[in-house]
């Protein structure tokens, strides 16, 4: 009797690790799928003749990023790219604080379809959206302007911070406000010291969004930009086909810097109790 | 010094076309607990509002320790509230919620310390300053609601609903807990509910409300006993309600045609033959018997339609002569079945007439 316990127990503890293994192989895979593409990028910007079906490079070399940097400006080009999500990101922000209080606090007839309309330059194909953007804006001159570019990412940005910025508001509890009043608050006290804290993590958010879509966005760009408002993303893209691909590489490593700076930045900065508190109110 | 802590002087509040209060005067005394009951939609919130300054009332004039505060914006006046929702600001710790209105006051941060734990202290939640709202029962949230509302020792105190949003074993026991505190710290308060044994239970006394209007206005035992409308006997307590013609008056005793039933019930002042009058009768105050073991002009005979057990007492649905409905209970067991006939005693005493018609 004892002996048949164990066996099964046996039995069911190396079925439990076999499906343990099965798991751990498939997130392995899932994580080498993601991740090798941008291994294969970062030896690149290194390496040195790696050519056909070798492993790794035949040696190693900082010239590439001495390319990027000397030959192809991206300093400059790096100044441009932050420019340009800088001006979007005020923008965006500016446009969805009072449409995200509207959508997010009052009754609006018809709320659904403006969302909708809100979120149509993300449905349709980024390149169709371009191409009618790009017609208007050389009529106006923004072709190649600061400016201009933005605009043309604030299109795609600020549906994002409407969004968030109205699930923000919408959340904030309007009894939490009168309670405030009631204790004492007045208005311009109750908003540093209840609104202000509530909406924080949201506009933070938002605004990480829209700089992000900014940044890394390469088709608006593409039909907007001009000698004067190269971005990182299209130079890098623009070195391909210069045929450099060592270099690209090392711009693309270059790119994903502030991206992780941002990770890090969320990870560290944002409590993330607060941030859940200020997006569901209680 | 006023005699009244809050008055309301015929306040009005209009949204558009709806009239939410209309001319409402009340005047609550020093030390009172004054509860606005009524169901919803009668407009007990928004007269609350008005208090707080929410609202802006339309006509008349709203007055908290003699002064009027009509215009006085809602953080000028000194109250202390309590919430439904508990109303907590999330962001802060129990301890942060309690200290805010203290921190807008402007107090040293160990006088704000010493105050804190001493309203903790009285709601008994001392180890849990550091919590966060969401991690606490919502026992537990509304104790900080109310530590949050007295910190600051406001002149008065507003409940909204404070129990309406806790389990049923709970609210029995806050009941008590907020009625400790409030008869304790000598604080007037206004109490909003709906649900009338919790207006019984901790009022001095209660405002009914309908319709926008205040019904009537007494202690727990004036409303219960000798309420003023149909509305009333309706809205406190189970009542039947008897419509009937004055066929005669002898001295403390009023003869009532109901339907075609003769009903005995005490005179009231100025009853007069051929008067239609409203009369009710609580179902616990009438009394059953056997068919013939009691007699007497109040004796009605009936049979019994329906029977309920309800464990501590038992729901009869009487017939009497063809058609006129009455609710009797009774306490212990079933003592009657469906068809039975009985005696029915409708006590002269309780059997009280609300309203009478003009000549």
Redesign the interface.
């Known amino acids: 009797m004892m002996c048949a316990i164990a066996i099964v127990r046996q039995s069911v503890r190396s079925i439990l690790n076999a499906k343990t293994l099965l798991v751990y192989s498939f997130l392995l895979g899932f994580l080498l799928y993601m991740v090798t593409p941008f291994l294969i990028i970062f030896f690149n910007s290194f390496g040195k003749g790696w050519y056909g079906m070798r492993w790794l490079p035949q040696g190693w070399t900082l010239n590439w990023y001495q390319w990027a940097i000397e030959v192809a400006d991206i300093p400059e080009i790096m100044k441009n790219t932050l420019v340009i999500a800088g001006i979007a990101v005020v923008i965006s922000t500016l446009i969805a604080l009072p449409t995200g209080w509207a959508l997010g606090r009052r009754h609006i007839p018809g709320k659904e379809l403006l969302t909708a309309l809100i979120l149509l330059p993300r449905m349709i194909p980024a390149i169709t959206f371009a191409l009618g953007v790009a017609k208007i804006f050389y009529g106006l001159h923004l072709v190649d302007t600061f400016l201009g570019v933005a605009l043309a990412h604030v299109a795609l940005a600020a549906p994002y911070a409407i969004l968030v910025l109205s699930a923000t508001f919408e959340s904030l509890?309007e009894?939490?406000l009168?309670?405030?009043?009631?204790?004492?608050?007045?208005?311009v006290?109750?908003f540093f010291?209840?609104i202000l804290?509530?909406i924080l993590p949201g506009i933070l958010s938002s605004i990480i969004f829209t700089f992000t879509t900014s940044y890394n966005e390469f088709t608006m760009t593409l039909m907007t930009y001009g000698p004067h408002t190269v971005t990182l993303p299209v130079r890098t893209y623009l070195a391909v086909g210069e045929g450099y691909w060592e270099v690209s590489s090392a711009m693309a490593v270059i790119l994903i810097i502030p991206s992780l700076f941002i990770l890090f930045l969320i990870q560290r900065q944002l409590q993330p109790?607060?941030l859940v508190?200020?997006f569901?109110?209680? | 010094m006023s005699d009244y802590m809050i008055e309301f002087v015929n306040v009005t509040k209009r949204y558009g076309d709806i009239v939410a209060n209309e001319h409402i005067t009340l005047q609550i005394k020093r030390g009172e607990l004054m509860t606005l009951l009524g169901p919803s939609g009668c407009g007990k919130t928004t007269a609350l509002r008005c208090l707080t300054g929410h609202n802006r009332p339309d006509e008349g004039r709203i007055l908290i320790d003699g002064q009027d505060v009509t215009d006085l914006p809602t953080y000028k006046r000194n109250l202390g509230m309590v919430f439904q929702n508990f109303a907590l600001f999330p962001h802060m710790t129990a301890f942060e919620n309690v200290e805010f209105p203290l921190r807008i006051r402007g107090l040293s941060q160990s006088k704000r310390r010493e105050k804190v734990m001493e309203a903790l202290k009285l709601v008994r939640l001392e180890g849990f300053g550091s919590h966060f709202p969401r991690q606490l029962s919502g026992g537990q949230q509304q104790r900080i609601g109310l530590a949050r509302a007295l910190v600051y020792h406001p002149s008065v105190l507003l409940l909204d609903e404070p129990l309406s949003n806790l389990d049923a074993k709970l609210r029995e026991e806050m009941r008590f807990e907020i009625k400790d505190l409030q008869v304790r710290l000598g604080i007037t308060a206004v109490y909003v509910t709906h649900d009338q044994e919790e207006a019984l239970a901790l009022s001095d006394r209660v405002a009914i409300m309908n319709r926008g209007r205040i019904e009537q206005v007494g202690t727990p035992e004036e409303i219960y006993e000798r309420p003023g409308s149909q509305f009333v006997a309706d809205f406190i307590g189970l009542s039947n309600f008897l419509e009937g013609t004055v066929t005669a008056v002898e001295g403390q005793m009023t003869y009532l045609a109901v339907d075609n039933l003769s009903l005995c019930v005490a005179t009231t002042a100025g009853a007069w033959v051929g008067q239609r009058v409203l009369a009710f009768v609580r179902p616990n105050e009438v009394e059953l018997a056997a068919p013939g073991a009691i007699s007497g002009p109040e004796v009605l005979e009936g049979v019994v339609e329906k029977t309920t057990y309800l464990g501590d007492k038992v729901d009869y649905r009487l017939r009497l002569g063809d058609r006129l409905m009455l609710r009797v209970q009774s306490g212990g067991i079933v003592r009657f079945k469906p068809g039975e006939h009985v005696a029915v005693r409708l006590p002269i005493g309780r059997c009280r007439v609300i309203s009478g018609g003009k000549p």
């Open positions: 509890d009894r939490v009168e309670a405030s009043a009631v204790c004492g608050a007045s208005p006290q109750g010291y209840v804290p509530l109790e607060k508190g200020g569901k109110g209680v």
